[in-house]
């Protein structure tokens, strides 16, 4: 059986009134220092989408959902 090498991920639209949140990305930016992004990353195995993005908004805002 063939192996597909590929990560899926996600990422939350974060909006409070007329603002959005966003992130500067570090170094490991795939579009260089300083790049703007949505909170988000990687799907763990076994994890929902929607389980991984509470998680990745946790991780990267300190924000809980819910």
Known sequence: MRQHAY????????????KI????RGDACSRGRGCLALP????DIGETLVKAVLRE??????????
């Open 7 to 18: 990560t899926i991920g996600v990422g939350a639209f974060i909006r409070n009134k007329d």
């Open 21 to 24: 949140l966003v992130g500067e």
């Open 40 to 43: 988000g990353g990687g799907v």
């Open 57 to 66: 908004v946790k991780d990267e805002t300190g924000l809980v959902v819910v």
